[in-house]
């Protein structure tokens, strides 16, 4: 990680050495900071704080992007594994495959707290960031540039000269601001919870299903979803609906909910030899979003990653966004010749666009993948990968976009919306991904050169 001097010893303070905020802090010593992080939690390097849950999560091109600035991409990618694409379980026993992106294009399994850990050793070793643990902020005077602190039994005072929050979905900084009137907030919490359990390898220390694949089975009592991780495991996420059929509230018994999970997945549960004491011992969570507004106060406090923008987990991208936050942050800092205040008062007006766009998108995608059993949902995939091979300069796919693409969120989904409409117009006419290439091509190549140059030229236009 080579170092510049924008930053020259300049006092950062960050909030948060979760994911985003020890990334944060790799990065601010790279250009020659000097940074403090409190964290109310221990240090995760020496601690088991997974509270029952595991913590898989996928990484993709704008989290990888962000990883290989402070060089880190090629020694994670050692601890991760691939998902080239999601293999869909119907209820009658047989299976779809839906490819992800491209030929070599894949989601990456990361084990959370190995990333976290690998972060905070990387911004350990620059010699510029101190870490404090089990230190928690208990009040933020933002006009005196303040905050008091309480650890190790006793409560101390910690000035800054910026401010940076990272401090999650429940951000104690955020709550503050909104307490003082500096920012409102909106906390979104569906009518849906997840629950999580694990599948493990099999006696030969192999996957119990297919490596390469996100398994996904979609049910009237939910949607189960599970991921590879190295070693053979899986990390499965069982999502369900709130009311009668909540499967871990209400007045029913744990034999009733056993009762309900066994007869809608009974493959799920021949897997997973302890599942009736995962069943009764693994909470459940609420599945909640976070929107706020402003980001920043003063041009000296800055909100970032899930404290300002959580999102629904239904796009996996909920880090990768975070990490790309990072990575425009120091994008504005160099374009700013260091300049933090310009910073602090350009990134959420430049950021905003492209997070509100894929928290919209996440709620979409759990209605997608709850349709994936459906022939139609089917019909369409195989077109829209039919008009991609034959025409890759125009068409891309939502998900490779998303997942596999640099462009800002907020013209992702811009575009989509009228790929989506020719792709409408295409299966109202009787077009599928059945006819042969030539006669395809024919049949949407006026659509496609038509809408989607327009739109291209519309792009060029604004910018």
């Known amino acids: 990680m080579s170092e510049t001097g924008l930053l020259h010893e300049q006092e950062i303070t960050i909030v948060g050495a979760g994911l985003v905020g020890s990334l944060m802090s790799c990065v601010l010593a790279k250009h020659g900071a000097r940074v403090t992080v409190i964290e109310k939690r221990p240090d995760l390097r020496h601690t088991d704080l997974s509270g029952g849950r595991t913590i898989a999560m996928s990484l993709s091109h704008r989290g990888w992007l962000a990883l290989r600035s402070v060089g880190l991409e090629e020694s994670v990618r050692t601890g991760t594994k691939p998902k080239h694409s999601r293999c869909v379980h119907l209820a009658d026993g047989t299976e779809r495959t839906q490819r992800y992106g491209a030929e070599g294009e894949a989601l990456w399994t990361v084990n959370r707290k190995d990333l976290n850990c690998a972060l905070v050793d990387c911004a350990e070793a620059s010699g510029r960031v101190e870490f404090r643990f089990e230190t928690e902020c208990e009040r933020l005077d933002e006009a005196d540039r303040t905050l008091h602190l309480q650890g190790d039994g006793k409560s101390s005072e910690h000035t800054f000269d910026y401010?940076?929050?990272?401090?999650?979905?429940?951000?104690?900084?955020?709550?503050?601001?909104?307490?003082?009137?500096?920012?409102?907030?909106?906390?979104?919490?569906?009518?849906?919870?997840?629950?999580?359990?694990?599948?493990?390898?099999?006696?030969?220390?192999?996957?119990?299903?297919?490596?390469?694949?996100?398994?996904?089975?979609?049910?009237?009592?939910?949607?189960?979803?599970?991921?590879?991780?190295?070693?053979?495991?899986?990390?499965?996420?069982?999502?369900?609906?709130?009311?009668?059929?909540?499967?871990?509230?209400?007045?029913?018994?744990?034999?009733?909910?056993?009762?309900?999970?066994r007869f809608a997945f009974p493959e799920i549960?021949?897997?997973?030899?302890?599942?009736?004491?995962?069943?009764?011992?693994?909470?459940?969570?609420?599945?909640?979003?976070?929107?706020?507004?402003?980001?920043?106060?003063?041009?000296?406090?800055?909100?970032?990653?899930?404290?300002?923008?959580?999102?629904?987990?239904?796009?996996?991208?909920?880090?990768?966004?975070?990490?790309?936050?990072?990575?425009?942050?120091?994008?504005?800092?160099?374009?700013?010749?260091?300049?933090?205040?310009?910073?602090?008062?350009?990134?959420?007006?430049?950021?905003?666009?492209?997070?509100?766009?894929?928290?919209?998108?996440?709620?979409?995608?759990?209605?997608?993948?709850?349709?994936?059993?459906?022939?139609?949902?089917?019909?369409?995939?195989?077109?829209e990968r039919a008009l991609w091979e034959l025409f890759p300069e125009r068409w891309t796919p939502l998900y490779p976009m998303i997942h596999f693409?640099?462009?800002?969120?907020?013209?992702?989904?811009?575009?989509?919306?009228?790929?989506?409409?020719?792709?409408?117009?295409?299966?109202?006419?009787?077009?599928?991904?059945?006819?042969?290439?030539?006669?395809?091509?024919?049949?949407?190549?006026?659509?496609?050169?038509?809408?989607?140059?327009?739109?291209?030229?519309?792009?060029?236009?604004?910018?």
């Open 163 to 261: 401010l940076i929050a990272s401090d999650g979905m429940n951000s104690a900084i955020r709550r503050k601001l909104v307490s003082d009137a500096a920012l409102e907030d909106e906390i979104i919490t569906l009518d849906y919870r997840y629950f999580e359990l694990t599948v493990p390898a099999k006696a030969d220390g192999t996957h119990a299903l297919p490596s390469e694949c996100v398994h996904v089975w979609p049910r009237p009592e939910g949607l189960m979803v599970a991921l590879p991780n190295l070693g053979g495991t899986f990390t499965g996420t069982f999502f369900y609906a709130l009311g009668e059929e909540d499967y871990f509230g209400g007045q029913l018994t744990d034999e009733e909910r056993s009762r309900r999970f």
């Open 269 to 383: 549960v021949e897997l997973i030899p302890d599942f009736e004491h995962e069943l009764r011992t693994n909470p459940a969570s609420d599945i909640k979003a976070v929107r706020c507004w402003p980001w920043q106060v003063s041009r000296r406090v800055l909100l970032v990653g899930d404290a300002c923008h959580a999102i629904v987990p239904f796009y996996a991208m909920g880090m990768n966004l975070g990490f790309e936050d990072v990575t425009k942050f120091e994008e504005l800092l160099e374009s700013a010749g260091g300049d933090l205040e310009t910073v602090f008062e350009r990134f959420p007006e430049v950021r905003r666009p492209d997070t509100d766009a894929i928290s919209d998108l996440s709620l979409q995608n759990f209605v997608s993948i709850g349709r994936s059993t459906d022939p139609e949902y089917q019909q369409r995939w195989e077109l």
């Open 405 to 463: 693409g640099h462009h800002p969120l907020s013209d992702v989904i811009r575009r989509q919306a009228v790929q989506k409409k020719i792709l409408h117009r295409l299966m109202a006419e009787g077009v599928d991904a059945t006819l042969e290439a030539t006669a395809l091509a024919d049949a949407a190549r006026g659509a496609v050169e038509a809408e989607l140059t327009r739109l291209d030229s519309d792009h060029r236009a604004v910018g």
